[in-house]
């Protein structure tokens, strides 16, 4: 494990974590460190991940986005910088900024043809990661979200191991076979001693545009029972709805009132329970 002293999230972090061994360039100062993980991929982690990073954005934070998913990177296109290219100097990689200041970290952003595959084996794609973190100048940030890649592989593992994480936010569809293979991400979290903030279920449901009922497609009694089982809270659910698929085609707007009526909850869970953390932390000492 790396000195304490020297990295730049101590005392932010969970103490418990022994796991870390990554630090940080001194020049960055960072408060928060969200994962975003699913388990599974094609659920909307990396759309929940961008919208959650637009909402602290909104409401004053200081925000980067670390896209841990190297072999399937899509945060670009999401946060609109795919056109931009990430700066290197011979001691830092500058990130793209969004139009409203979002710092953004990509392989996508570092490659001149985004459609080219990542053809790397595990080691170096862990590696990257690793530098996504040390190496980029984040500078000072009040959240950083991490938009973790599916499963729980090789990269997964290194950023719970080498990254304080103050918490993990699951992201996961009402169905019974989604639920199954997030679990064994529920799982693994606790087993690095990283807490589960909650959990946001997309594809929640259909709203009727006309009489505006709730249509679950999925039968969510199992996904209910799955949250109660594994301890888990539901800090949002998420609808099939234009707003949320036109996000990746820049249509969204920071003005889309049901997008926003969608995430304030989530985040507004999210900060409560990381402060919640918090304050159990610091009864302990």
């Known amino acids: 494990m790396s000195n304490c002293n020297s990295c730049t999230s101590n005392g932010s972090c969970n103490k418990e974590?022994?796991?870390?061994?990554?630090?940080?360039?001194?020049?960055?100062?960072?408060?928060?460190?969200?994962?975003?993980?699913?388990?599974?991929?094609?659920?909307?982690?990396?759309?929940?991940?961008?919208?959650?990073?637009?909402?602290?954005?909104?409401?004053?934070?200081?925000?980067?986005?670390?896209?841990?998913?190297?072999?399937?990177?899509?945060?670009?296109?999401?946060?609109?910088?795919?056109?931009?290219?990430?700066?290197?100097?011979?001691?830092?990689?500058?990130?793209?900024?969004?139009?409203?200041?979002?710092?953004?970290?990509?392989?996508?952003?570092?490659i001149e043809d985004e459609e080219q595959p990542v053809i790397w084996r595990g080691a170096m794609i862990s590696n990257v990661v690793k530098q996504f973190y040390t190496d980029v100048l984040w500078e000072e940030l009040d959240y950083l979200i991490i938009?973790?890649?599916?499963?729980?592989?090789?990269?997964?593992?290194?950023?719970?191991?080498?990254?304080?994480?103050?918490?993990?936010i699951m992201v996961t569809v009402p169905q019974d076979m989604v639920s199954m293979i997030v679990a064994k991400a529920v799982h693994m979290v606790e087993k690095l001693n990283i807490d589960v903030i909650g959990v946001v279920e997309?594809?929640?449901?259909?709203?009727?545009?006309?009489?505006?009922?709730?249509?679950?497609?999925f039968k969510g009694e199992h996904n209910r029972k799955f949250l109660d089982d594994m301890n888990l809270n539901l800090i949002g659910q998420l609808p099939m709805n234009t707003g949320l698929g036109s996000v990746s085609l820049g249509i969204y707007n920071d003005g889309d009132e049901e997008v926003e009526g969608l995430f304030n909850p989530i985040v507004i869970n999210m900060i409560r329970s990381l402060e919640d953390k918090e304050k159990e932390t610091s009864k302990s000492f």
């Not at 973790?148 to 993990?168: E, F, K, R, W, Y």
């Not at 997309?202 to 497609?217: A, L, Q, T, V, W």
Request: charged share 20%; net charge positive.
């Open 17 to 110: 974590q022994s796991n870390c061994t990554v630090e940080n360039n001194p020049l960055n100062k960072i408060k928060k460190i969200i994962g975003i993980m699913s388990g599974k991929g094609g659920v909307g982690k990396s759309t929940v991940s961008a919208l959650i990073a637009k909402n602290l954005r909104k409401r004053g934070y200081k925000v980067g986005v670390l896209d841990a998913d190297i072999t399937g990177p899509s945060i670009p296109r999401l946060l609109g910088v795919d056109k931009q290219r990430a700066r290197a100097s011979e001691q830092y990689i500058y990130p793209a900024i969004t139009d409203d200041g979002i710092k953004v970290m990509s392989l996508n952003l570092l």
């Open 147 to 168: 938009d973790m890649p599916p499963g729980t592989g090789d990269v997964a593992l290194t950023v719970m191991q080498s990254i304080p994480i103050n918490g993990v």
């Open 202 to 217: 997309n594809m929640s449901y259909i709203k009727c545009p006309d009489c505006g009922k709730k249509i679950e497609i």
